[in-house]
């Protein structure tokens, strides 16, 4: 997915998402040492580093970003499954239970006719 902005000064921003290092896992922010996070991210000097244009400071807060999140997030394995990660069991069950109304009704559709 990219993103595309325009900002009034600096013309387009790209805020393309790169996470195909993290194929087959997922990252476990449940187990995620923020405080660490807050504590490196406040240790720079972003006034020193945000030089240039608007791009060059968002690539640059990005790849901070990336490492910390390497640093400080566990990974876990990502499962296969029907289920999917935001899904939660409740909602699963209203789902299945959807379908099985659904199958009901193209039942008694090709009994009736």
Same mark, same amino acid.
């Given at each position: ?20 290092? @993290? ?14 996070? /807050? ?31 390497? /640093? @400080? ?15 939660? /069991? ?24």
């Amino acid at each position: 997915m990219v993103l595309m902005i325009t900002t009034c000064c600096s013309g387009p921003v790209n805020l393309a998402s790169e996470h195909s290092e @993290y194929a087959g896992e997922c990252l476990d922010y449940s187990k995620a040492d923020f405080d660490g996070i /807050r504590s490196q991210l406040r240790d720079n000097d972003w006034d020193y580093k945000f030089t240039g244009t608007v791009q060059n400071s968002w690539d640059i807060f990005k790849a901070k970003l990336h490492e910390l999140e390497r /640093r @400080y997030v566990s990974k876990k394995q990502a499962t296969l499954g029907k289920r999917k990660k935001w899904m939660t /069991r409740k909602a699963m069950k209203l789902v299945e239970k959807s379908i099985g109304y659904l199958g009901n009704i193209r039942m008694s559709v090709t009994l009736h006719m």
